[in-house]
Each structure stands twice: as structure tokens, then as C-alpha cells.
């Protein structure tokens, strides 16, 4: 049975000499892996459309073990990303979080519009990338199950005061009231630009504007909160990192 999609190549792994394994995140099934015979060799026609961050009309058939690259299409291919290290670095990181995070068979239009809309970005923007990383972190974890609780204060669930407390640990705000040992203060726009990215429509979930102290922030917190929900070691965060 051949099953055709669009899906975006987050993760690429070599398997013998010549084939590759792909995970694709796909709008209609979500996570699927499947092999690319002969990908390695130079003349294989599938080696651009099934490689790292294409974007493809892709067609699918289940094999004895697995599923098996029949054809694919490219749409996109985002060739832009290698001019820039840390840009691709970035990119990579963004891929690492959809694979965590993602499911296998269940839909998945969201998540992939988030990260094709973020490579885009990284692309052909001037957009400050800690906004694009901060917005991403923060969406790829509520789509993935980790929405944080940021309606109203965990406590008393007074909507807004001047100064607002992010518990990365419990996921949730407190208002300057209630304020809890270990959450990190910050000013209310903060919050309402995680509110803004979390709550609003994926397309516009880049589109806001921070100081440059706030902004700061807000990085620390996505990413705090990020890794206190995955629970392991990001290689590709380390690395984009270590690069800056």
C-alpha cells in the first residue's frame, strides 16, 4: 500500500553503505520513518528531496520492518541555512525538539507549520533569532503536551500584576503576590508574550517585539522550561551553543 504526504525531513541516519533512514514530520501522520535506498549514492535521484530540512511531496510504502521512500518531490529544501553556522545549528536544535516531542500517527499540521515557518525565517529574515528560538522552544513544547499553565496565577488566579513569577519546574505563573521560591520574576509583557506564543495562530507566533532585557528573559525561561520537560541532554543546543 503506497501512502503519499508532505513532510519535512528533521532527522537523517546512515544505515550500511548506501541507505539512509529518515524521520519525516509529516502534517497528515506525524513522525514517520522510513528508508531511502541507494540515498548515498551520487546519482540517486531522491538524495535532495529526502535530505536534511526538505521539505517534499513524498510517496510511501510499508516495507517487511519499515517504511520505504518510493518517490519524493521537493518543494522546499531550505538551501540557505548552510551559509549561515549558527542559523543551521539553530535549525538543527529546532528538528532535535520536533523529534522529542513528536508522535508517531497522529496528526501533526501545527508542529510542521511552526517549524517551516521558523526555517523560513531563518532563511530569508532579519528577525532576531533568540525570538525565533524563544517562540519555537515554547510552541513545539505546547503542541507536544507541555503547555505551561499561564492563563492566571497558579495560587490565587489573579490574571495579571506588574511583576509575574515563571516556575519552570511546576509549568505554571504566580502574580507578585504569591510569588514562589525558585520561579524566575519578570515583568508582565514577558508573560504576555509566552501567552502570545503559546495561545495565538502559528503564523503569527514570531511576531512581537521585546527589550533587549526582556528579551534576554524570555530566552532563559523557554529554555529552562524546555529542558526541564524533555529531561535529557540536547546535543544539538549544546552545540549551537557553543558557536555563538
Known amino acids: 500500500m503506497t501512502t503519499t504526504t508532505k513532510g519535512l525531513v528533521i532527522r537523517e541516519?546512515?544505515?550500511?553503505?548506501?541507505?539512509?533512514?529518515?524521520?519525516?514530520?509529516?502534517?497528515d501522520y506525524g513522525l514517520v520513518r522510513a528508508f531511502v535506498r541507494g540515498a548515498k549514492q551520487m546519482k540517486n535521484r531522491l538524495a535532495s528531496?529526502?535530505?536534511?530540512?526538505?521539505?517534499?511531496?513524498?510517496?510511501?510504502?510499508?516495507?517487511?520492518?519499515?517504511?520505504?521512500?518510493?518517490?519524493?518531490?521537493p518543494v522546499e529544501v531550505f538551501f540557505d541555512l548552510r551559509r549561515d553556522i549558527v542559523r543551521l545549528a539553530l535549525a538543527q536544535y529546532f528538528?532535535?525538539?520536533?523529534?522529542?516531542?513528536?508522535?508517531?500517527?497522529?496528526?501533526?499540521?501545527?508542529?510542521?507549520?511552526?517549524?517551516?515557518?521558523a526555517l523560513h525565517l531563518l532563511c530569508n529574515s532579519s528577525k532576531d533569532i533568540r525570538i525565533i528560538k524563544s517562540a519555537v522552544e515554547f510552541r513545539l513544547m505546547s503542541l507536544g503536551g507541555y503547555m505551561p499553565q499561564i492563563l492566571a496565577c497558579a495560587n490565587c488566579n489573579t490574571y495579571e500584576t506588574d511583576v509575574m513569577f515563571f516556575d519552570t519546574l511546576d509549568g505554571c505563573i504566580y502574580c507578585e503576590n504569591c510569588g514562589k521560591a525558585g520561579a524566575i520574576p519578570c515583568p508582565?509583557?514577558?508573560?504576555?508574550?509566552?501567552?502570545?506564543?503559546?495561545?495565538t495562530?502559528?503564523?503569527?507566533?514570531?511576531?512581537?517585539?521585546?527589550?533587549e532585557e526582556c528579551l534576554a528573559l524570555?530566552?532563559?525561561?523557554?529554555?529552562?522550561?524546555?529542558?526541564?520537560?524533555?529531561?535529557?541532554?540536547?546535543?544539538?543546543?549544546?552545540f549551537y551553543k557553543g558557536i555563538l
Do not use: H, W
Open 201 to 211: 495562530e502559528p503564523k503569527k507566533i514570531f511576531s512581537f517585539s521585546l527589550s
Open 13 to 27: 541516519q546512515t544505515i550500511g553503505e548506501s541507505d539512509r533512514l529518515v524521520t519525516i514530520l509529516t502534517a
Open 188 to 199: 508582565k509583557n514577558v508573560i504576555t508574550a509566552i501567552r502570545f506564543i503559546c495561545l
Open 218 to 238: 524570555l530566552c532563559e525561561i523557554s529554555e529552562k522550561y524546555l529542558l526541564s520537560r524533555i529531561q535529557k541532554t540536547l546535543p544539538t543546543l549544546t
Open 49 to 73: 528531496s529526502t535530505s536534511l530540512f526538505a521539505y517534499s511531496d513524498f510517496s510511501l510504502y510499508r516495507g517487511k520492518d519499515a517504511f520505504v521512500v518510493d518517490n519524493a518531490v
Open 95 to 117: 528538528a532535535q525538539i520536533a523529534y522529542e516531542v513528536g508522535e508517531e500517527e497522529q496528526p501533526s499540521n501545527e508542529m510542521l507549520s511552526v517549524l517551516l515557518n
